[in-house]
């Protein structure tokens, strides 16, 4: 093999398909940026959790206010790389997107408080609502459910403060790591829980109440797949206090499952259910 020719043929191919991103001003964001990024911002969640430092009262304050300052620098940054990327205004200035994406990031610092006051209710549901988990820092250290649901309580404030594509990066880091598929888009209350979680999807416009339990293999999903309904609600509506077990699959943006209901394993639901209702395959 010449391996001139060959290079020469990747080079063209640059060209002729894209999926090249150059570091310049107009790149997109860098995957492995924002995962490290995120890994960060997990462990501000969970300190001594995720990481393999060791973590004492003294050195809190310091560890915690170098990430913050970590995830600040690296985090603005890939923000304003896909701002400046997907503006279609050429006149757009390069400061302009760094102080919008300045100000995202600290708005994201400022949340992490709440976060993790809604995290620990995420936590609590889980040792409430499983026999077998034991404690607390057990479902910090190993729930795929619960470390699903952090990654999107992350990424849903970032895709309502209108960041794009970063959202995304990290639904989908996390759901190769689980195998559990929350669009960034949906929206999930108070004290939910993904028992097992594998299979789990959750679609875009989705909407979940509080005190929700689901099982693995469940689908929140769309009745269509058309472009045409992109901006409209096509996923489910879960309310309060509501059980979905395994394999149930829920579809379409006008159905409601009632509040205090529980949908039974492998059941297809398509219309609204009443609040209380029981349903069985």
């Not at 043929?9 to 640059?14: K, M, R, T």
Request: net charge negative; aromatic share 6%; with cysteine.
């Amino acid at each position: 093999m010449d391996i001139q020719e060959a290079t020469n043929a990747i080079l063209d191919s640059y060209l002729m398909y894209g999926g090249i991103n150059l570091p310049d001003e107009k790149n997109f964001p860098n995957r492995e940026n924002v995962i490290s990024v995120l890994q960060d911002i997990l462990s501000l969640i969970f300190p001594g959790f995720r990481t393999a430092e060791q973590i004492d009262q003294e050195k809190l304050k310091y560890i915690t206010g170098e990430k913050i300052n970590r995830i600040i620098t690296m985090l603005t940054g890939e923000t304003q790389k896909v701002l400046i990327f997907l503006c279609k205004n050429e006149d757009l200035e390069k400061k302009t997107c760094f102080s919008l994406a300045e100000q995202t990031v600290l708005s994201l610092i400022e949340e992490i408080p709440e976060i993790r006051r809604k995290v620990s209710l995420d936590a609590k549901a889980a040792l409430e609502g499983d026999p077998a988990a034991r404690t607390f820092e057990e479902i910090i250290l190993s729930y795929p459910g619960l470390e699903a649901v952090v990654v999107h309580r992350i990424a849903h404030f970032l895709h309502i403060k209108g960041v794009p594509i970063i959202p995304r990066i990290m639904s989908e880091y996390i759901h190769g790591k689980t195998g559990i598929d929350i669009h960034p888009g949906a929206t999930i209350g108070e004290s939910f829980f993904i028992d097992h979680g594998t299979g789990v999807v959750i679609g875009e416009t989705c909407i979940i109440g509080d005190n929700v339990k689901v099982y693995q293999g469940v689908t929140l999903g769309a009745l269509s797949v058309s472009k045409s309904f992109a901006d409209k609600k096509r996923h489910p509506t879960i309310e309060d206090n509501v059980t979905i077990y395994a394999g149930a699959t829920i579809l379409g943006g006008k159905t409601v499952i009632g509040r205090g209901s529980i949908i039974g394993g492998n059941t297809w639901i398509t219309e609204s259910v009443p609040p209380g209702s029981t349903v069985y395959n």
